[in-house]
């Protein structure tokens, strides 16, 4: 049978359990086990890449012949996520899982993988299941024999069966959602005290305990639900509410009582995915059984994070031509969106280690990410994931999306141009303010760039001789608008003159180093930008460092005024060539606007629906940009004075590269403050907000009302009409008892082998359950080539962020399933993780997380505090330690440690801590004794 010729693997704290194909099973060391598996013709596994990585890489082995337990599970349970240990599977499982674990027992997991498969088939036999099962045998699967077995597939399949078949076109089977009246206006009837505390309890459940701090928020947010007084004036309640408080629960309570009484909906934004899954979850309390929580609570993503059920398809007309890896993955996919709650692509129900095992680039194709999507006019509009998910959410009661899908609902609102108009939320709890800022600033900047205006040309004209579904604007519209001689002629205008824009592969033609003799002079934007790179070089600083230091100190920005002569004389040319594609497009729109009127009778209502669909997203994708684009050309040509006068915004050059390689070339326009055109037009839909973090204030200050004013000035509250309600809420932990922080008083960190030394003694001193942050990428690289192998000899394992080649989410996972490893990451390990408990209990900084010293920083310190700006770069560091720091208590039963490997930490910046935290400034020494002896 199948499973009697292999052998299986495990290691866990490179202790390793073998099972031969000879029925042995071995205790062996890595070096043991390399030698051994070398000569076993296939080996179990649970996630092949990380095994892999635990074994140190070996060259004599072949990841690829190995039998990924996690590729079983995705085919039997496609929405299921197993995590990557026997102890994590048995529990998905839900079979007993031995102590200690051993290889045979991966045996065990599956047969009950194929017990529930024989099950399943037995009771709701599945001819496309066989079906899906006979294609992967044709890719060459490796489990396929096992399935062929299991489903009773008979061999050789009939040939129709070889392609692409029903059973892969899952759209025919998806449910089609049907168009429903606008939702009526809520009611506005304000929350009672007394329900919305009973509300929280009902959330709590009968044995939670009594967290004042949670019921004076949930009973502070009630303001937010009141009704308005003033038209443009939302109720803002401002609420800091420290780690462990219970926010999300305390929030949660009056938000689901007001949509439930008041039939309305409430937009629960956060800034992290992490976040969003973790509210989500939150829900099960309220809403046990899952088909009612689906109804009344939906997760909104950005477009891009869907699958386009179009690009599927087109994956699959072309599937015999793909690689067997490929199809593989293709016909697991196919399983997965049969049966996925929502068809998000990354942090959904598709499991995280998915993007691991496959190329990492398939999903990516097969997101909604190229701006392609024909909305109405598509054959799969009415099973879409994306359009399923919007109209979903008009009927929710509770929307948990993220800062910058609300940022751009209300621009697609104000352009009257999405099928979202209607019911448009006038209730938005923020959470991760702290973080609006970078969001807003994300959301109303501008990009005019090589990046941006390439990609601009491969939506008007396709990929130019690229076989992929991106058909540019004439394969898109041409058939309806065939045999009108005014559209046609207006459209190859458009075409003609788009050819001005960069070339998909315009980075063939930039290097690093500027050549004269080789200057893209060509195409008019190319050489522009060309001549923006030329005044980069000229003014900006190169690091001459020896040493690995943060990149910003290589700089790749410069002002752009004064500009050079030669660039400002290409801007107006430029200027020009942009003209000649925005004037005849902006003619085509009036001319399709105009057919839609006139020809209302003729025109059926698929070539109507691809005449909207064209003109709004020209609008959105090509007019919009255009115009801004040509607005910021004109800028460059006035005179230098004016432009230093503007108040409000600041324009700079900057270049991305790594290496030798130039990854874009631009021109940067911000908003100095950006919450300021995010609440102007946040006022005119929003009725009432929450914006609430762990990290509002900055505490150096002992005048209260100017803490609060600091926090306000960063979440943009001073523009709004009226002041906020504001709230800070105790936090519950006994911090004395359980952290301690640690200041480094006597290393050298700028010398990487010493900062080495210190990661790997306080490492070895907690014995694991480390968090190593770094400020900068090659810092963290070259750490972690010094301190792998030694922690690995005390058999404690190294993982980190840009090193390991798997996603962060599956990092994070990996650290926490083990208990007593150690993780090195940058700012995304920072903010955004949540590890209560024995995981994680020292984190250890690299160096004050000052900001970087780019034009943006340098204005903006400025902007905020005239007088004092470097008050605004100690207030970022002070609340980034405390991001960092409220990583390590997470309950009140962990303990912690917080060390900072940096002698130069100003006293003043120690008022990032929680005041009843021992904090010590000590040697290197000491620290590794005093963690010893806390822990
Ligand atoms: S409607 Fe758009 S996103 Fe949805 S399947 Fe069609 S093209 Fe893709």
Redesign the pocket.
Known sequence: MFLDKYSALTIHQHQCSLMTSEGELLDLSIEQAIEKIGKEPAVFVIHSPVTYRKLHTPKNINPHGWFDLLELAAFIYPTKSFGFTPQSMAQALDIPCPEPVSADFLFTIIDHLVQHLQDKQRHFPSESLKAQGAALFYAQWKWAPLIIDVLNITLPIPFSQLQPNDSLKIWRKLPKWQDTPPRSPPRQQPLQRKETLQRLSELLGPQAETRMGQIDFADISRAAFAPRNHPDCPNVVLAEAGTGTGKTLGYMAPATLWSEQNEGTVWINTYTKHLQRQIEEEFTRLYPDPEIRKKHVIVRKG?EN?L????LEEHLNTFSQQQSRNKIALILLCRWAEETNDGDLFGGDLPNWFNDLFNERLLYQLA?RRG????GA????QC????NSIHKAQDANIVIANHALVMQHISWHDNNDSVEQSNFPTRFIFDEAHHLLDATDSAYSVAFSLLETSELRRWLLGNEGNKTRSKGLKKRIHDVIIGDNKLERLLESILQATHRLPVLNWSSHFSTELDEHHIPDSNPTEYFFYLVYMQITARSQKNTSPVPVPEYYDQNECDLFPILPELKQQAAILSECFLQILTPLLQFIQTLEHKLKTDIDTLDKYSKDRIETTISSLQRRAVNPLSVWVDLLNLLDQPDQKQQEAQTHITFLKVEKTGTRILDIGIFHHWLDPTLPFMKTITNYAHGMILTSATLRDDSQHDTEVTWQAAEKRVGTPHLPFAPIRASLACPFNYTEQARVLIINDLNNLSINNLSHAFLNLFLASQGGALGLFTAIQRLKAVHQRIIQPLEEQNISLFAQHVDPINNNSLIELFKSEQNSCLLGTDAMRDGINIPGNSLRLVVFEKMPWPRPDILHRERRKYFYPENPNFYDEQLVRLRLRQAFGRLIRTQSDRGIFVILDRRTPTRMLSAFPSDVPIARISLQDAIASIREFF
Do not use: K, Q
């Open positions: 477009r869907y386009c059920l179009l690009n909604e392609e999507c024909i909305h598509c054959p799969h509009y879409c994931f994306v359009e």
